[in-house]
T-cell receptor
Framework: GQNIDQPTEMTATEGAIVQINCTYQ??????LFWYQQHAGEAPTFLSY????GLEEKGRFSSFLSRSKGYSYLLLKELQMKDSASYLC???????????FGTGTQLKVEL | DSGVTQTPKHLITATGQRVTLRCSPR?????VYWYQQSLDQGLQFLIQ???????AKGNILERFSAQQFPDLHSELNLSSLELGDSALYFC?????????????FGPGTRLTVL
């Protein structure tokens, strides 16, 4: 089975930093994706963490703690275009299907 | 542009009808995934094909079927359509068979059943 918990909505200010947390319970866990999805558009890949630690990619960083079943996505220097849903997607080891929740709807304001 | 193409972009049809959605994966990708996203819902995994063979199945209704052709494009067939089938249907592709590979999503087909 799989349980994913992340906030439904968040609001932040342009230029600021925001951290979107995700806790999960996934049997046979084997990595975690973060995707971004603007309303009515296709999801786009942001990151994939397999090992514990922080992975930085430009303004976006993703952190994973396998022992705690916890991940976060850090967005720096927020821009208006970052207003979107952010989807935390744990991967079940050996499985070929991903379970996407409804994610965290981030609103960036002036 | 992800490199994944889907046609048509929009489709409006009536209940009881049958439609076919088409997807061309990125060049070189062997896996194709189909997802359904109803309004304000998360993406629901439907089915995956890898190099022409079915690899994984999600909550795909019996009225729905899919296949992947030798040129690796895929089609999703939806029949006996119901109002509740109205949704965005996304196709994604990845290089390998397992989901450790990043999935690249197409722009989606918006299906409206009246």
């Amino acid at each position: 089975g799989q349980n994913i918990d992340q906030p439904t909505e968040m609001t932040a200010t342009e230029g600021a930093i925001v951290q979107i947390n995700c806790t999960y319970q996934t049997s046979g866990f084997n990595g975690l994706f973060w995707y971004q999805q603007h309303a009515g558009e296709a999801p786009t890949f942001l990151s994939y963490n397999v090992l514990d630690g922080l992975e930085e990619k430009g303004r976006f960083s993703s952190f994973l703690s396998r022992s705690k079943g916890y991940s976060y996505l850090l967005l720096k220097e927020l821009q208006m275009k970052d207003s979107a849903s952010y989807l935390c997607v744990p991967r079940k080891g050996g499985g070929n299907k991903l379970t996407f929740g409804t994610g965290t709807q981030l609103k960036v304001e002036l | 542009d992800s490199g994944v193409t889907q046609t048509p972009k929009h489709l409006i049809t009536a209940t009881g009808q049958r439609v076919t959605l088409r997807c061309s994966p990125r060049s070189g990708d062997l896996s194709v995934y189909w997802y359904q996203q109803s309004l304000d819902q998360g993406l629901q995994f439907l089915i995956q094909y890898y190099n022409g063979e079915e690899r994984a199945k999600g909550n795909i209704l019996e009225r729905f079927s899919a296949q992947q052709f030798p040129d690796l494009h895929s089609e999703l067939n939806l029949s006996s359509l119901e109002l509740g089938d109205s949704a965005l249907y996304f196709c994604a592709s990845s290089a390998g068979e397992g989901t450790s590979n990043e999935q690249f999503f197409g722009p989606g087909t918006r299906l409206t059943v009246l």
